[in-house]
């Protein structure tokens, strides 16, 4: 079980790391033709930044959208919020007006629709890691012990597998009973 949780939090980085190069990617692309999608969106590592360049792929689309399919964009992810939605409004309406030319846009747009279907796939397999990672996490017999510990729960497997190697090499429990202590080595 430890060996499997191991590899799974290693593999899981790696997928993150792929999809931190994935989105470098997409930000410079876009940054040669679409400077509006980046001005309008600081993380670009959530899912809905990437369901806003598949529904509006270039600068000309998004300004060309009624304020109606725009307004649906922002209420459908969660985006409507005070300050900022009249500012991404604001930026929709001028989308067009600093754009690469139309050679730049056909070619930049295309990658970024390539792109954004390589994170979406590479979302999928990391939520189906997070699952199985915290599947595991909660068959291991020392969970309680390790989930107990603050902000553990909402890091789990995040970077912190070094730690829990050191933490779980100074912990010796009783099995059967909820009796641990901390061993010096």
Not at 13 to 19: A, D, V
Request: glycine residues 6%; contains cysteine; positive net charge.
């Amino acid at each position: 079980m430890i060996a499997e949780l191991r590899l799974l939090c290693r593999d899981e980085e790696e997928l993150i790391g792929q999809r931190t190069a994935l989105v470098n990617q997409l930000q410079a692309a876009l940054g040669e033709y679409y400077p509006a999608a980046l001005e309008a969106f600081a993380d670009w590592t959530v899912p809905y930044t990437w369901e806003f360049i598949a529904r509006f792929p270039t600068p000309q689309e998004l300004a060309g959208a009624t304020v109606h399919r725009q307004r649906v964009f922002l209420h459908t992810h969660k985006l409507w919020r005070p300050g900022t939605t009249e500012a991404r409004l604001e930026i929709f309406a001028r989308a067009d007006q600093f754009c690469g030319g139309a050679a730049v846009t056909r070619a930049k747009s295309r990658l970024a629709l390539a792109l954004v279907k390589l994170l979406q796939a590479v979302q999928k397999q990391l939520d189906e890691y997070r699952v199985a990672i915290e599947r595991l996490f909660a068959e291991h017999p020392d969970h309680d012990v390790f989930g107990s510990l603050p902000g553990w729960a909402r890091s789990w497997g995040r970077g912190y597998w070094e730690a829990w190697e050191r933490i779980a090499g100074s912990i010796q429990t009783c099995k059967g009973c909820n009796v641990w202590r901390v061993v010096r080595r």
